[in-house]
């Protein structure tokens, strides 16, 4: 799976007061696709936890907002693994109107990190996931 496309609805409670997708809004966007990401390739967090007592949480991010979304879009937004290490991974997100093409609305490069539950200190990424990532992909 090289590159992972989610469907967002922007819900009125997904904009501010000029009725456009409030900024913070575009990292839930990105979080909810690397979720359904990480399940497409067979891995279930909760259960994660449980087996392997790891956890992942974003180390870094960076995003560009490049043209408003608005209350009522159907959304676009992908994840892509574009780099992998022994205890992160580097997701490129691009979020665009479905009905627009690929203008791109908002990019981000988001940083992951691979903890311990327990400790919250880094921790290699368990192999059978690193596994599923494509590594022709993988920068």
């Not at 992972?4 to 009125?12: G, L």
């Not at 009522?72 to 693994?81: E, I, K, Q, T, W």
């Not at 290699?124 to 920068?139: N, S, T």
Request: a neutral charge; aromatic letters at 10%.
């Amino acid at each position: 799976m090289s590159e992972f496309r989610w469907p967002v609805r922007v819900y009125y409670e997904d904009t501010d007061s000029g009725g456009v997708v409030y900024y913070a809004n575009y990292l839930k966007f990105m979080e909810r696709a690397r979720s359904e990401w990480l399940r497409g390739v067979g891995v279930e967090q909760d259960e994660l936890i449980a087996r392997e007592n790891v956890i992942f949480a974003v180390r870094s991010a960076e995003l560009e907002f490049l043209r408003p979304g608005r209350f009522n879009d159907f959304l676009h937004v992908s994840a892509r693994v574009v780099r992998r290490g022994r205890a992160s991974l580097v997701f490129e997100h691009i979020i665009t109107r479905a009905d627009q093409g690929e203008s791109p609305l908002c990019v981000g490069s988001i940083k992951i990190a691979c903890l311990n539950a327990a400790t919250l200190r880094p921790c290699p990424i368990p192999d059978y996931i690193l596994e599923k990532i494509p590594c022709g992909d993988i920068q």
